[in-house]
């Protein structure tokens, strides 16, 4: 038991030193170079009760680095019983470029809220590129221009781009932490051509690609329609890539609460159960860490500690290393206070997945 145990501390250890030395010796940055002309460009972001966060999203929006005329914005209001629609509407009539569509409900049994207000809006869209985003987000100037470019010098079906978790408080800051590990992961893996996975508040997907798919509609129901549309797409051939940069950074919010936390996590991980193999040893060798160095410091205290604080030192250099490369400076104390909330998600996570209760999804559950 100690052995086994000994064992998958030290593969999780070298498991986090291939990931420092592939993310320093592999990186890949897919905007070398400025193109010639830019596409027609078609942003779609869906909103569900979001009057606190649009202001500063719409903000954004306006402030966007990319000619207008070639540039197109589908806001969609998905039943919103706020202020939404209200703040939509303002927005819709002070921009010729943008066009707001009313979201019918959809069969929820086929697609998801999200899937289904954004297949309503991709019909819309006449852009050769689709861009999709949400509306806690908060996009940097450049986004745009830096996920095509990305797009025209790859011709990828797919470009996932960054998102750092803002926040002030402890509870934020190391959710922020989380997405930077996961992510992080995701690009050493999509760098090695193995990427099967988006991310639906960053994302450009080729019209083409979208279209080999059938769109939203097209796909099989799942509470994660971003992974389960990059998945059918790369099964037709295209490239999924990830571009890592500053100004493809959007910032977003924490969830307020552990419940909510918990409630995403477990969506997320709906998709998480789908994913290849290999990504799934990955995600198993992480969690399965925990009851295995607690074994080994409650029998070897010294010998435990010792492995664990090698472990979280190694996992907070790939960490800080990668957070760096879109221009973000981790405090290395949260480095440390994350290894303590990571235990507690991870394993509260899987207890919540299985337990009998529904997703409960911006006021809808499934």
């Known amino acids: 038991m100690i052995f086994l145990a000994v064992i998958l501390v030290v593969i999780l250890l070298?498991?986090?030193?291939?990931?420092?030395?592939?993310?320093?010796?592999?990186?890949?940055?897919?905007?070398?170079?400025?193109?010639s002309e830019f596409p027609f460009v078609s942003i779609l972001i869906p909103s569900r009760n979001e009057e606190e966060n649009l202001p500063a999203c719409l903000e954004s929006i306006a402030k966007l680095n990319y000619p207008k005329d070639k540039l197109q914005i589908i806001l969609g209001?998905?039943?919103?019983?706020?202020?939404?629609?209200?703040?939509?509407?303002?927005?819709?009539?002070?921009?010729?470029?943008?066009?707001?569509?009313?979201?019918?409900?959809g069969d929820s049994t086929k697609t998801n809220g999200k899937a289904n207000a954004l297949s309503q809006m991709a019909k819309y869209a006449n852009g050769k590129v689709l861009l999709f985003t949400d509306a806690d987000c908060h996009l940097p100037q450049n986004w745009v221009r830096s996920m095509v470019m990305a797009y025209q010098n790859t011709q990828a079906g797919i470009v996932t781009g960054i998102t750092h978790v803002k926040s002030d408080s402890v509870f934020g800051k190391?959710?922020?932490?989380?997405?930077?590990?996961?992510?992080?992961?995701?690009k050493v893996m999509s760098d090695l051509g193995f990427s099967v996975t988006s991310m639906g508040n960053n994302m450009l997907i080729s019209k083409e690609a979208y279209l080999s798919v059938g769109g939203f509609e097209g796909i099989p129901f799942s509470?994660?329609?971003?992974?389960?549309?990059?998945r059918n797409i790369q099964s037709k051939g295209y490239k999924v890539l990830q571009q890592v940069s500053k100004d493809n950074l959007i910032k977003t919010k924490p969830?307020?609460?552990?419940?909510?936390?918990?409630?995403?996590?477990?969506?997320?991980?709906?998709?998480?159960?789908?994913?290849?193999?290999?990504?799934?040893?990955?995600?198993?060798?992480?969690v399965f860490f925990f009851p295995s160095i607690i074994l080994l410091v409650f029998l070897h205290?010294?010998?435990?500690?010792?492995?664990?604080?090698?472990?979280?030192?190694?996992?907070?250099?790939?960490?800080?290393?990668?957070?760096?490369?879109?221009?973000?400076?981790?405090?290395?104390?949260?480095?440390?206070?994350?290894?303590?909330?990571?235990?507690?998600?991870s394993w509260s996570t899987i207890l919540y997945y299985f337990w009998p209760a529904k997703t409960n999804w911006k006021g809808r559950k499934y």
């Open 14 to 35: 070298l498991q986090d030193i291939s990931l420092w030395f592939l993310l320093r010796l592999n990186f890949k940055d897919y905007v070398k170079k400025e193109v």
């Open 77 to 105: 209001n998905d039943s919103s019983t706020d202020e939404t629609e209200v703040l939509l509407k303002a927005f819709s009539d002070q921009n010729d470029h943008v066009k707001l569509v009313q979201i019918q409900e």
């Open 174 to 186: 190391m959710q922020g932490m989380d997405w930077w590990l996961t992510l992080g992961m995701v």
């Open 223 to 230: 509470l994660t329609e971003d992974f389960e549309i990059a």
């Open 255 to 286: 969830q307020k609460s552990y419940l909510g936390l918990l409630q995403q996590r477990k969506r997320w991980m709906s998709g998480a159960m789908a994913l290849p193999l290999y990504w799934r040893l990955i995600l198993a060798i992480q």
């Open 301 to 345: 205290p010294l010998l435990g500690f010792s492995l664990w604080f090698t472990k979280v030192l190694t996992q907070g250099v790939f960490i800080y290393t990668f957070a760096i490369k879109p221009g973000v400076k981790l405090a290395v104390l949260d480095l440390f206070l994350f290894e303590i909330y990571y235990m507690i998600t």
